[in-house]
Nanobody
Framework: QVQLVESGGGLVQAGGSLNLSCAAS????????MGWFRQAPGKEREFVAS????????YYTDSVKGRFTISRDNAKNTVLLQMNSLKPVDTANYFC????????????????WGQGTQVTVSS
C-alpha cells in the first residue's frame, strides 16, 4: 500500500513562493507516476501538474504554466511542487497523487492520494 504525505503548505502573500513536498512509501518510488491536484472550497478537485515515473515528461494545467514546477527525487522518494508568483486564486488544499500505469492528468485515474496540505494566498 502506497502512503503519500504532503508538507510545505502555508500562508503567503500574493507574488510569493511556496515549495510543496510529497514523501512516498510502501512501493518502489521510481515506478510511480506522480502528480499534484488542488481543491478549493465548493469546487471539484483539479489537476495542477504531473511527472512520469522516469521524469521524462511533465504536464501542467494552463493556469500554472510558467509559475509552478514539478520535480522528483527518486533517491529521497519525494516529489516537489515549486510554486512562484502565487495568486489568491491558487488558494486551495493541495493533494499529492500517484499512479502505477501512465501519467496522471485527471483525478479519476489516480491510484493513491495523500491527505493534502493547505495553501492560502492573501491579496
Amino acid at each position: 500500500q502506497v502512503q503519500l504525505v504532503e508538507s510545505g503548505g502555508g500562508l503567503v502573500q500574493a507574488g510569493g513562493s511556496l515549495n510543496l513536498s510529497c514523501a512516498a512509501s510502501g512501493l518502489t518510488f521510481s515506478v510511480l507516476n506522480m502528480g499534484w491536484f488542488r481543491q478549493a472550497p465548493g469546487k471539484e478537485r483539479e489537476f495542477v501538474a504531473s511527472e512520469t515515473w522516469s521524469g521524462g515528461l511533465t504536464y501542467y494545467t494552463d493556469s500554472v504554466k510558467g509559475r509552478f514546477t514539478i520535480s522528483r527525487d527518486n533517491a529521497k522518494n519525494t516529489v516537489l511542487l515549486q510554486m512562484n508568483s502565487l495568486k489568491p486564486v491558487d488558494t486551495a488544499n493541495y493533494f499529492c497523487a500517484a499512479r502505477l500505469r501512465g501519467p496522471i492528468t485527471k483525478a479519476t485515474i489516480a491510484d493513491y492520494w495523500g491527505q493534502g496540505t493547505q495553501v492560502t494566498v492573501s491579496s
